[in-house]
Nanobody, 120 residues
Framework: QVPLVESGGGLVQAGGSLRLSCAPS????????MGWFRQAPGKERKFVAS????????SYEDSVKGRFTISRDNVKNTVYLQMNSLKPEDTAVYYC?????????????WGQGTQVTVSA
């Protein structure tokens, strides 16, 4: 059973917005740091953003700063990634992660991924 389930991906034109959601399957992640990674075709998986368990601390990869916002609702046990001003280079499979290590590109738990495609 995949512990994390992403949703909200899809096809959008450049300049558009999408909101990804990540919810656990069968457990709570309210005490975990959570994060998002992405993997473009033929490329390595890369860190996108992370948020502390309380939501008080966030971190972003430079190319998404000012465009993406990570947030969480611990009552709903859900993590979000609001993506605005999308660019074709944001096209990738986006993965939710629990207890991510942005430098090692590792995590305690992963989701199955959701495809985001941005057309020019």
């Amino acid at each position: 059973q995949v512990p994390l389930v992403e949703s909200g991906g899809g096809l959008v034109q450049a300049g558009g917005s999408l909101r990804l959601s990540c919810a656990p399957s069968g457990r709570t992640f309210s005490t975990y740091t959570m994060g998002w990674f992405r993997q473009a075709p033929g490329k390595e998986r890369k860190f996108v953003a992370s948020i502390s368990w309380s939501g008080g601390s966030t971190s972003y990869e430079d190319s998404v700063k000012g465009r993406f916002t990570i947030s969480r609702d611990n009552v709903k046990n859900t993590v979000y990634l609001q993506m605005n001003s999308l660019k074709p280079e944001d096209t990738a499979v986006y993965y939710c992660a629990a207890e991510p290590n942005q430098y090692a590109v590792s995590a305690l738990y992963w989701g199955q991924g959701t495809q985001v495609t941005v057309s020019a």
